[in-house]
């Protein structure tokens, strides 16, 4: 059974991440790799820090020098590198082989290196036992947190999984795997009642031991609850500026992507003549507060 009360981390009271640089700009190249503790002290000190997407070497290469905490490998990979019209035909393999890649772009021994995070995809997860042996393929290719979509019904799954070593990060509102029950691609917590179930579970999840959290498409409003509820720091994709970190899509940030754009998606190359520039000027604007701006965001 889940934990009702009381966040499980799966990890001792000790593990403060001793010798650990404090958290910030990662301006000297010798500071340390990201773990969960760097983010859990970031959200403590009332900072931000940058996710971005990746799914191959020569781009993960390039985020811990621009100042990337976390490196998404995506299911997203679906749409943008794959040219599907959904995420749900990823597989377990495809994801295990790109996390592979990501992870040799970063290099064991790199001190910038960013924390690794992969998806997994669709129908992977669908009991606790089946989260686990995806799970465990995931992180012996290079992550150190796994993401799962999903509400309630999750938390069973997420103390499964905490409870042996595996960090989870819970992934809350618009949640593409499922965009078919939802609708499509609509802004989530638009109403009072949907707006506090996904606050409800936001805080069930924590509780049941989720390192982090991902809030996509939600008012600011909900942002902001979410925010101050949960223990664990709170990533957001269109859920307005007050989450402890940001995460684009690569393309989207790069303006690669083609037809209509969502709202929340700013395009950093333009105006700039690499894409190491770009992806260092959107880590700056997340830790400035920057971005997003009102026009990023669902009022």
């Not at 009332?46 to 976390?70: C, H, K, N, Q």
């Not at 795997?177 to 069930?204: N, P």
């Not at 307005?240 to 709202?263: E, F, Y």
Request: with cysteine.
């Amino acid at each position: 059974m889940h934990r009702s009360a009381g966040r499980y981390t799966g990890r001792s009271d000790n593990d403060a991440g001793d010798g650990e640089p404090p958290a910030g700009r990662r301006e000297d190249p010798g500071l340390a790799r990201t773990t969960l503790s760097t983010l859990d002290r970031i959200k403590a000190q009332g900072e931000r820090f940058a996710v971005l997407t990746a799914y191959d070497a020569s781009f993960a290469a390039m985020m811990g020098p621009a100042g990337i905490s976390v490196v998404l490998v995506g299911d997203s990979l679906g749409m943008v590198v794959q040219g599907r019209g959904a995420t749900t035909p990823v597989t377990l393999d495809e994801m295990v082989y790109h996390t592979h890649c990501v992870a040799r772009g970063i290099g064991e021994g790199a001190a910038d290196a960013p924390l690794i995070m992969a998806d997994l995809p669709f129908m992977t997860y669908a009991t606790p036992q089946d989260a686990a042996r995806s799970a465990a393929a995931l992180m012996r290719a290079g992550a150190s947190v796994v993401k799962l979509e999903g509400g309630a019904w999750l938390a069973d799954t997420v103390c499964f999984l905490a409870e042996r070593g595996i960090p989870v990060c819970a992934h809350l509102g618009l949640t593409p795997q499922t965009t078919d029950m939802l609708g499509g691609y609509k802004v989530q917590g638009k109403t009072d009642e949907s707006a506090a179930r996904i606050v409800s579970e936001a805080t069930l999840l924590d509780a049941a031991g989720a390192r982090l959290v991902l809030l996509e498409c939600v008012p600011d409003a909900v942002g902001r609850a979410v925010r101050e509820t949960v223990a664990a720091p709170l990533i957001g994709i269109g859920a307005g500026p007050h989450t402890d970190a940001q995460v684009l899509v690569l393309h989207d940030m790069l303006g690669l992507s083609p037809g209509r754009k969502a709202r929340f998606v700013k395009n950093y190359l333009a105006g700039r003549d690499s894409a190491q520039a770009a992806i260092a000027a959107f880590a700056e604007d997340v830790r400035s507060g920057a971005y997003p701006a009102p026009e990023h965001c669902y009022g």
